[in-house]
């Protein structure tokens, strides 16, 4: 039977390819038209047509779903309907079809800003799943982080009412492509390369790139392996799963692993910086609990920051441009 990877961004593809590589029949659906990784069939879908998504996986056999197909935050601040439409109703519907075809099992990609309005509250230990957060005072921070947490309860809710096999994964901050400029990880990561590469000195001011305190990050290519482990879980019970690797990194440490590359960059940032990771308010107090993904999923990561800086910095071309 066939699994139907929504979204052909960097963590769909890389999701796809894995699939197709252990002999998986794989369809990966996005709104645009384009390539896919070798062993792939590649098909146009909107995530917000329910009618066409389900038609989709009755044409094809779908067993199971990774939903990935998601507007980032950058994108949803400039037509916040239309990525609410995306990020919400696309979520619903394919939770609706997973309910009337009886699909296996659907993974949703998620995130940790959900949790990042409690930091404020939470002590050292690490960041639980199930941290309690205030309906009001602690709601989502960004249109982004609302949807996310909608879709969570949204599949919780498919599940306890309809049976629907959901599992939600919380992505950190995810390293990866360069070119994708609603990504704030990849934003950075394209400046810092930039400058590397030129030689100028590139001084950070956007309060969406720096961060005071302490940040998580994860490679896009763990997020793809965390999302096979979570269709292959046999049994995952709590069905919300931090995907990190438990480390935290300052804004120095970031600077550090790119300077590696580039002994000469020059980089200067404020010095006084309050505000937590791409402009939250709050600053992390710990890094995610990790060990559910461990125990349930059987998945641990398997890239730290150095080594995916130096993976995805290899693949910027000469001289990167930062499109506006």
């Known amino acids: 039977m066939t699994v139907l990877v929504l979204g052909a961004g960097l963590i769909g593809g890389l999701t796809a390819q894995l699939l197709a590589q252990r002999g998986d029949p794989v369809v990966m659906a996005d709104v645009r038209a384009g390539a896919a990784p070798q062993g792939v069939q590649?098909?146009?879908?909107?995530?917000?047509?329910?009618?066409a998504l389900k038609a989709l996986m009755q044409a094809h056999g779908v067993r199971d779903v990774v939903h990935t197909a998601a507007w980032l935050s950058t994108a949803i601040r400039q037509?916040?309907?239309?990525?609410?439409?995306?990020?919400i109703m696309g979520t619903a519907n394919v939770l609706e079809c997973a309910r009337t075809l009886g699909l296996r099992r659907v993974v949703l990609a998620s995130s940790t800003t959900v949790t990042y309005t409690g930091f404020a509250a939470h002590g050292p230990q690490p960041i639980e799943e199930d941290l309690p957060l205030h309906v009001i005072s602690e709601r989502p921070a960004s249109i982004y982080a609302a949807c996310k947490l909608a879709g969570e309860h949204l599949a919780h809710l498919y599940h306890d009412l309809y049976?629907?096999?959901?599992?939600?994964?919380?992505?950190?901050?995810?390293?990866g492509d360069l070119g994708n400029i609603t990504s704030v990880p990849g934003r950075l990561l394209q400046t810092l390369v930039q400058a590397g590469q030129s030689g100028q000195v590139v001084q950070l001011d956007d309060p969406f790139l720096v961060w005071g305190g302490r940040e998580e990050f994860v490679d896009a290519r763990d997020c793809a392996r965390a999302n096979v482990c979570a269709l292959d879980a046999p049994h995952p019970q709590q069905r919300v799963y931090h995907i990190a690797d438990g480390q935290w990194h300052r804004l120095g440490d970031f600077v550090a692993a790119v300077r590696r590359l580039y002994p000469a960059l020059q980089v200067t940032w404020p010095d006084q910086?309050?505000?937590?990771?791409?402009?939250?308010?709050?600053?992390?107090p710990a890094p995610s609990d990790h060990r559910q993904a461990q125990r349930e999923l059987g998945f641990v990561c398997a890239h730290g920051l150095p080594d995916s800086i130096a993976h995805w910095a290899s693949l910027a071309p000469a001289q990167t441009h930062i499109r506006p």
């Open 42 to 51: 590649r098909v146009t879908c909107d995530v917000t047509d329910q009618a």
């Open 79 to 87: 037509d916040p309907l239309k990525g609410i439409g995306v990020n």
């Open 273 to 284: 910086l309050t505000t937590g990771f791409a402009g939250f308010p709050h600053q992390r």
């Open 163 to 175: 049976g629907v096999d959901a599992v939600s994964l919380r992505y950190a901050a995810v390293l």
